[in-house]
């Protein structure tokens, strides 16, 4: 083909080109040659002539009924297939309206992945208001919302891990989440949010989906209940993942989960990650008790910013961590470090409480780490065994090969 054809093709020709027919060159599709074969100033007439292959349909969706109708075109033709849809919707000056084509998306069931691209939080509350009475659940298996680009919420009903799945997708506690059936979700990631539901909702979507939730994610503002009494724990025998990143009291939510088969745990304070020396303010001692009942099978523990809580405390926590081979510890206080090993034996690097432990990461700041220049002859002279219990853990460590991985802080400031 003559390059000078791609010369005269519109931007917006091009780019239908490659959108629609990048994932067939992925797949090593015929289909991309046949098109490109064609490519001319009446392109969109002739693919729309063509036998529909292409995966992916994007589309740049305004109050315009050319563009509508030429977006309801290229779904007509799609019918019947798996099609992922992504709207992105301008409307920064003047009033939201939903476009035409929506209509469209949501009545084809061959459509399973809608992604809505929004500039302002007002869009995105309109956008779902309008989903919900057309009932687009019954439409797609998949869906997501973003507000500004930058914050994915994520309600997930098919995938395999935390950070590639599809989206099933809620954002503000507005959206009224008694309207959104739960039922059958395996990841529900909540994050980014100045607002969400109060703990009896969440408690209720918890409840919704209690038989097949895998991963439950949450960074956002915490949720607070109208109640003074202590909810009930949501029996969640499917969760293996359990990550709650917090910037104020975390208790409450935490309560709400009794996972008996939680594999991964993940606990952040955020306001100490961002202000070392400052804490979210929560109950530590109270939120390692909560968890408790669920730790029996954990096998990975990520702990960042804890630092409030007693070396006595957190012996008891590690206690029921029978199975744990993974632990990361990141900006926390040296009772973490310390209670890796039995409290009679603090600095014996065979008395760790981890019979399985095989990898431990911390980040603290030990000026002792400018001397990392260990041998099996001068590790007790680089390290007094005195002078900070993570010595043990590197000696144990070249004896036994448990991988450490240790990261030099030259202040609090360079602490993740």
Known sequence: MQRAVFHLLPH??????????????????PYFATTASHVCASWRATALATPP???????????????????????????????TVVIEVHAVDRPFSCPLVLPELLNGNQIYYLRLVVRERAQASVFMGFLARLGAKMAVTSFGLVVHSEMMFEITREGNGPLSTPAWCLEQSRFLWHQWDTSDITSLIIQGLDEVPSLECMRDALIGCQWTLNIFDFSSCTPTSSSSTPLEPVFLPALSFLRLAYESEISGLARLFHAPNLIVLDLTDEIATDYPGESAGTDERLLLEILLPSCHTVSVLSLTGLVGCALETVDIFYQHLPHLRTLVLRSTGPEYEDALFQADARYDGAALVFPELESLRTRIQVPALYHLHLSARNWAEAYPPNESSLSVALHRAMEDGMMIQVEKAESLNDLD
């Open 53 to 83: 292959i292409w995966k992916n349909i994007c589309l740049q969706a305004r109050s315009d009924s050319a563009k509508n109708l030429e977006a309801k075109l290229y779904l007509t033709r799609a019918t019947g297939m798996k099609v």
């Open 12 to 29: 917006d020709v091009l780019y239908d080109l490659f959108v629609l027919a990048a994932s067939d060159v992925q797949d090593t599709n």
